[in-house]
């Protein structure tokens, strides 16, 4: 019977240990979970980008944010509480909750007008003011209360492939005097063309209002946000005027503006140029724009080859060569400059008694 020596135990112990060792060095590390992302966050995220919920740009504290009206954030949770499924286990909470914890998370701020006065002319305060400023209690509020998005919104990707757009657009401005002639006659044209389109529309608007005032007495602006700073590519196109809030002005004062309008329309029929006469003044100015367009390659080079030519005749005419004809001093030119020095001479002796009788 063999003896188990004592050291027979610790040397299984250790290779046990290195086995277990090896097999946990072999064994693949426990992925690392996923940072979750905060659901009110992505609750934010959809609400904003939905289209259902009215919202405009206004200036904060010389920022341009996005903002809405707490009434209409009920009103939208309301009519979609699908949205609220984004919540997971915070989606039976009420509305005014919901808005406390996106205020408590910096999502969003509460703002107030800057102008708390109404104007003269108003009845009551602008519903969507462009200046706003930070409200000192951040509680959320349906009264007359404004709240504006914190968060940068992701961009969409027209905007993405436009911001790669505008350098191309740059470098194609640059290079405008190294364009063929007819690219920029196109280019004339199309800038012409849509200077005239929103001259004509300006005009146009400015027309109605002035007919639809005189006559009715109401403000009708079409294309309302069409020069509003704070207006969205959405809005600026937005055709039908919106609704008159202010009072109806007085019959005097539309009186008075339609009498100056008639004087002024009879003043300039009255003063204005006939045909005979703005033909004399185009003549007169030089115009760039006709320049540019009367401009021909074709005519030009023949220009140019006309001036070669008279060049290459006066200097062959001019010039004596080895061979040619030699120039010879005409008996006129001699007398002509004798005749000169002559008179040259009177004119000096004629000053010089001028001024010897002035000095007695």
């Known amino acids: 019977m063999k003896k188990t020596g004592g050291g027979g135990g610790a040397a299984g112990d250790k290779k046990r240990s290195r086995r277990s060792y090896a097999d946990s060095a072999t064994d693949t590390p426990p992925k690392k979970q996923a940072v979750k992302k905060d659901v009110f966050q992505i609750f934010a995220e959809k609400v904003r980008d939905h289209k259902d919920l009215e919202s405009r740009w206004a200036v904060l504290q010389e920022t341009r944010v996005e903002y809405f009206r707490g009434k209409d954030f009920v009103s939208f949770l309301k009519n ?4 609220k499924d984004l919540l997971e286990s915070d989606k039976n ?15 969003v701020v509460r703002c107030d007008r800057v102008v708390k006065t109404v104007r003269p002319g108003k009845r009551k305060l602008s519903t969507w003011p462009a200046h706003l400023e930070i ?13 504006a998005w914190t968060f940068v919104n992701r961009r969409p990707l027209w905007q993405t492939l436009l911001s790669f757009c505008w350098p191309v657009l740059t470098l194609a401005i640059c290079l405008f005097p190294v364009y063929p002639h007819q690219v920029k006659l196109f280019i004339l044209y199309f800038c012409a063309g849509v200077l005239l389109l929103i001259l004509c529309l300006l005009s146009m608007r400015a ?5 639809l005032w005189v006559a009715l007495g109401k403000r009708v602006w079409f294309f309302p946000n069409i020069l509003a700073e704070e207006a969205t590519l959405k809005e600026l196109f937005q055709f039908w005027p919106q609704k008159d809030e202010a009072d109806r002005p007085k019959w005097t004062a539309r009186l008075f503006y339609a009498t100056v309008a008639v004087l002024v329309i009879m003043l300039l029929r009255h003063h ?8 004399r003044y185009h003549k007169r100015v030089s115009n760039i724009i006709d320049d540019v367009l009367e401009w021909s390659p074709r005519l030009a080079l023949s220009g140019m080859m006309d ?24 008996p006129e030119d001699d007398t002509e400059g004798e005749t ?4 040259f001479e009177e004119e000096e002796i004629i000053n010089a008694g001028d001024s010897k009788d002035r000095y007695y």
Do not use: M, W
């Open 93 to 107: 909470l009420e509305v005014e909750d919901i808005a406390d914890i996106l205020l408590r998370k910096n999502l």
């Open 272 to 279: 204005a140029p006939d045909e005979a006469a703005r033909a």
């Open 340 to 343: 000169t020095y002559d008179q």
């Open 207 to 211: 027309l109605v209002f002035g007919f």
């Open 307 to 330: 001036k070669q030519t008279v060049v290459n005749a006066t200097d062959s005419h001019n010039n004596v060569t080895d061979g040619g004809p030699e120039t010879t001093a005409r």
């Open 80 to 83: 979609h509480p699908e949205l």
């Open 135 to 147: 409200f000192p209690d951040q509680a959320f509020s349906d009264n007359d209360a404004f709240f």
